[in-house]
């Protein structure tokens, strides 16, 4: 069986690997990470017989062209700064590319290696994970009983069960990830044309019921991936938004027009600094990470069927498995991300290229392996 390489060792590679064990018993994984610490508690967390640990630089090219040649598949499980190199590596080795997003921009520059990708024989799947990612498959699966659409709604948000600190919110994913998403634009589709919107804006209560109750939602980038660029001209309004419990939007908010998620460094004495940076650390340091989350997953399209005007909704409420010790977010990231290699690699699916998620993945198969694992996606009419 062809090794499968996993590109970054922290939270959201334990439940990529645990996965990936599981799903295709025996296969060899290499492990690349330029930590060795975080290598070796990746390690122990998975036991896994058939590993290869590899100390390295997710930027360096001919590092990845190594481990690439000859594997199955990567996974992009790093910083969103090594996505596009990782991508065009799996592509000159003909290696199936999957990678957890996180800006943007280097999505649109990925989507520019279509023809390579194509060529190769290859499937590269951006933006994988839980939104984007495993919102996009459920929106494929909703839109697909529908004659014409109308409306995309996503709400999205992952939580402490137990809120702390000043901000009521502890950190369940890089600092970095959470930065750019509260600071760069958010896309919408308003009025049946695409737009840009700031972040931290169109703020909204959604219920959820009990236990979750009443959150706060708002737009944050990169929610909606490649959603915007698919269903243009086909629907009135498509909108991405994260769901925090009240109170959190007007605190962050404070923070962003302060310039403390600026990615752009400024100098201080003889030191220069990055103010997103220095504010992840704080985020670190002063807020610390969850270890007992809960997602909130809630979509609804609107449209036509048989003529007649008809809603759909998914819900998904997801919390920490106390046996594995993976947390939601790792399970509702890592788990999606994972099948969606599995099925590039198992033939599941057939696609090649540049794939979106919402359009050319088969959305009813995936949604029902990782079922399998915990991820229950409710579809109510």
């Not at 925090?244 to 998620?261: E, T």
């Amino acid at each position: 069986m062809k090794p499968i390489l996993i590109v970054g060792a922290g939270g959201m590679a334990r439940a990529i690997g645990r996965y990936l064990i599981d799903a295709l018993p025996g296969v060899p994984l290499i492990l690349l990470d330029r930590d060795p610490a975080a290598l070796k508690r990746l390690q122990s967390f998975l036991n896994y017989p058939h590993l290869t640990l590899v100390e390295g630089d997710a930027g360096d090219a001919t590092l990845l062209a190594r481990f690439m040649n000859g594997a199955a598949g990567a996974v992009g499980a790093a910083s969103y700064r090594y996505h596009e190199q990782g991508a065009v590596a799996a592509i000159e080795q003909g290696a199936h590319w999957v990678d957890l997003g996180g800006n943007p921009d280097v999505v649109k520059r990925q989507m520019r290696l279509d023809d390579a990708a194509r060529s190769a024989g290859v499937g590269v799947v951006p933006d994988c994970g839980l939104a984007p990612g495993l919102v996009n498959i459920i929106v494929g699966r909703l839109v697909a009983e529908f004659d014409a659409i109308d409306e995309i709604h996503i709400r999205v948000g992952g939580l402490a069960q137990d809120p702390k600190g000043p901000l009521q919110y502890q950190l369940l994913f890089s600092p970095e990830g959470l930065a750019n998403e509260y600071y760069e634009p958010a896309q919408v589709i308003e009025e049946g044309e695409a737009r840009s919107v700031e972040s931290l804006t169109g703020w909204e209560r959604v219920w959820f019921g009990p236990p979750v109750g009443t959150l706060e939602a708002f737009h944050t980038s990169g929610g909606s991936s490649t959603m915007v660029e698919t269903f243009a001209g086909r629907v009135k309004a498509l909108d991405y938004k994260t769901l925090r419990y009240p109170g959190h939007l007007r605190k962050i908010k404070l923070l962003k027009d302060l310039g403390l998620f600026a990615p752009d460094p400024l100098t201080v004495g003889k030191a220069s600094v990055a103010p997103r940076e220095l504010m992840g650390r704080l985020l670190e340091a002063k807020i610390g990470w969850c270890d007992a989350d809960m997602t909130a997953v809630k979509i609804w399209v609107t449209g036509l069927q048989d003529g007649n005007p008809v809603r759909r909704e998914a819900r998904l409420v997801d919390y920490t498995d106390p046996k594995t010790g993976l947390t939601s977010m790792m399970r509702t990231t890592g788990f999606p991300a994972a099948e969606v290699l599995r099925s590039l690699v198992d033939g599941t699916t057939t696609a090649r290229g540049l794939l979106r998620q919402e359009r050319d993945l088969p959305a009813s198969s995936l949604l029902s392996r990782i079922a399998d694992y915990g991820i229950k996606i409710e579809f109510l009419d």
